[in-house]
């Protein structure tokens, strides 16, 4: 005798076919209410490469700046400026590598004055350092994947360096 009540495999395909029936008129939506389908994520996507390229030229521009804060330091304190070298260096090489294709912007006329006394200026560097890789750190999240990986590998760097130069400080202090 053959069972007459909703089957399993009747539960299924009609679940398959109201699914295939809504993607199909899910579909075609856009085209009948007068949008072109596609502008709103090609718009969303041209939104996402401005914003990168913002956020992009905002880092490089930051770490030009700290290059520049580098190069102060050194020339304040020449007792310094071999402990700074390869920092500053990688600090350039972020700002190149933010930058991409695009030139630099121009060097800073001025920075700030540095402190009279190496291992103050120092530990403000370090300070600089350890405030430009949080913001970095917290521009994670808006970030296209690959930048994202950037910007999270130079807030490394940037912590990394604050430690040097806090050691640096204290390496002169004594």
Known sequence: MRRTGTTRRGALTASG?????????GCGGGARS??????????ARTASVRAGKALRTAAARTSHA???????????????SAGLAPLRAAVREHARAFAQ??????????????????????KALAAEERRVADDRAKALTGAEPELARLL???????????YLLTELAEELSS
């Open 17 to 25: 076919a109201l699914a295939l029936g809504a993607v199909l008129t």
């Open 34 to 43: 007068g949008a072109a389908p596609g502008n709103a994520a090609a718009d």
């Open 66 to 80: 700290l290059a520049g804060r580098y190069a102060a330091v050194a020339a304040a304190h020449p007792a310094a």
């Open 101 to 122: 294709d695009t030139p630099l912007p121009p060097a800073p006329t001025a920075s700030p004055a540095s402190p009279a006394d190496a291992p103050a200026a120092l």
């Open 152 to 162: 999270a590998s130079v807030a490394a760097a940037g912590a990394v360096h604050a």
